[in-house]
């Protein structure tokens, strides 16, 4: 088997959260290590310099700026093995109130982001005929069961749906996907720099109202997810011979995907007599 130490791992939005927790982890263990950031200088504030870090300054929204950042991460290390497309942020917002634009920066950040690495980063994998893909969904892309994340819970229902085809479609290549669904864990993912509200909002949502501010002042910092944990669940399933292409994180994570399965076999069965009998008649 290689020798896990010798892959190298190129992360997304690894100044903060979840992602500078496994830079860290990484780099303790001396394995090779690429991350990107938006601000080069919050980057290396945040991790220092570090034998076998690259740090790098990219645009998710830039194909070219992506594509220079993987040519450097080969060119610094000889290769790149494992992916972790987890940059991101949080929107909490009724569908009514929040705007079209509003939306469409949190798909292009949480969704295309995530696209624009997986495109320019296959053609090496494929080459090298090995690779892992780990694309950073969230809890809330198993269950959007969470008034006011309606738009944030699209966005990593999309990473679960195209992460499941990218999973089948690189088999063939020996490359792996997996899909990471965590559940709450204690980062700055709540605080104003990484979960937005919308501009205009409508205070006839109470509901909504209760739940951001619950997420702002009563779960932000209390957490039970510890994700230097997470990062160790990370690491491991990267060196699984095969992985799972579904990785929860966090007993929470387990007990809200537990409802959802449960509950879509209940409303399937409670159905099932007509809805399964539409094909024509023979």
Same mark, same amino acid.
């Given at each position: 088997?290689?020798?896990?130490?010798?892959?190298?791992?190129?992360?997304?939005? %690894?100044?903060?959260?979840?992602?500078? *927790?496994?830079?860290?982890?990484?780099?303790?263990? !001396?394995?090779?290590?690429? #991350?990107?950031?938006?601000?080069?200088?919050?980057?290396?504030? #945040?991790?220092?310099?570090?034998?076998?870090?690259?740090?790098?300054?990219?645009?998710?929204?830039? &194909?070219?700026?992506?594509?220079?950042?993987?040519?450097?991460?080969?060119?610094?290390? !000889?290769?790149?093995?494992?992916?972790?497309?987890?940059?991101?942020?949080?929107?909490?917002? +009724?569908?009514?109130?929040?705007?079209?634009?509003?939306?469409?920066?949190?798909?292009?950040?949480?969704?295309? !982001?995530?696209?624009?690495?997986?495109?320019? *980063?296959?053609?090496?994998?494929?080459? =090298?005929?090995?690779?892992?893909?780990?694309?950073?969904?969230?809890?809330?892309?198993?269950?959007? +069961?969470?008034? $006011?994340?309606?738009?944030?819970?699209?966005?990593?229902? #999309?990473?679960? $749906?195209?992460?499941?085809?990218?999973? /089948? /479609?690189?088999?063939?290549?020996?490359?792996?996907?997996?899909?990471?669904?965590?559940?709450?864990?204690?980062?700055?993912?709540?605080?104003?720099?990484?979960?937005?509200?919308?501009?205009?909002?409508? =205070?006839?949502?109470?509901?909504?109202?209760?739940? =951001?501010?619950?997420?702002?002042?009563?779960?932000?910092?209390?957490?039970?997810?510890?994700?230097?944990?997470?990062?160790? #669940?990370?690491?491991?399933? %990267? &060196?699984? &011979?095969?992985?799972?292409?579904?990785?929860?994180?966090?007993?929470?994570?387990?007990?809200? *995907?537990?409802?959802?399965?449960? *509950?879509?076999?209940?409303?399937?069965?409670?159905?099932?007599?007509?809805? +399964? %009998?539409? !094909?024509?008649?023979?």
């Amino acid at each position: 088997m290689e020798n896990s130490n010798q892959k190298v791992w190129y992360i997304t939005g %690894a100044s903060k959260g979840l992602g500078l *927790a496994l830079v860290k982890q990484l780099l303790s263990e !001396g394995k090779k290590v690429a #991350a990107t950031s938006r601000s080069l200088e919050e980057l290396r504030k #945040a991790i220092g310099d570090a034998d076998n870090f690259l740090p790098l300054q990219v645009n998710l929204l830039s &194909e070219e700026s992506i594509e220079k950042s993987i040519q450097a991460t080969v060119g610094q290390f !000889g290769s790149i093995d494992v992916v972790v497309n987890n940059a991101g942020y949080g929107l909490a917002g +009724a569908l009514e109130e929040l705007s079209d634009a509003e939306a469409r920066q949190n798909f292009d950040v949480n969704v295309f !982001g995530s696209l624009n690495v997986i495109r320019k *980063a296959l053609p090496y994998l494929r080459e =090298q005929q090995s690779g892992h893909i780990f694309n950073v969904s969230s809890i809330g892309g198993f269950t959007g +069961a969470f008034p $006011g994340f309606g738009i944030y819970c699209a966005t990593k229902f #999309a990473v679960q $749906g195209f992460t499941e085809s990218l999973a /089948e /479609e690189v088999k063939p290549f020996g490359i792996k996907a997996t899909i990471v669904s965590p559940g709450y864990f204690r980062t700055d993912f709540l605080k104003d720099s990484s979960l937005s509200v919308p501009k205009n909002q409508l =205070q006839e949502y109470k509901t909504v109202r209760e739940v =951001q501010s619950a997420h702002e002042n009563e779960i932000n910092g209390n957490q039970q997810g510890d994700p230097n944990k997470a990062a160790l #669940a990370f690491i491991r399933t %990267a &060196e699984m &011979e095969n992985p799972p292409v579904h990785l929860f994180l966090g007993q929470d994570a387990y007990a809200m *995907a537990e409802i959802k399965i449960q *509950a879509v076999k209940e409303n399937m069965e409670a159905v099932r007599e007509y809805a +399964a %009998a539409t !094909g024509f008649d023979n």
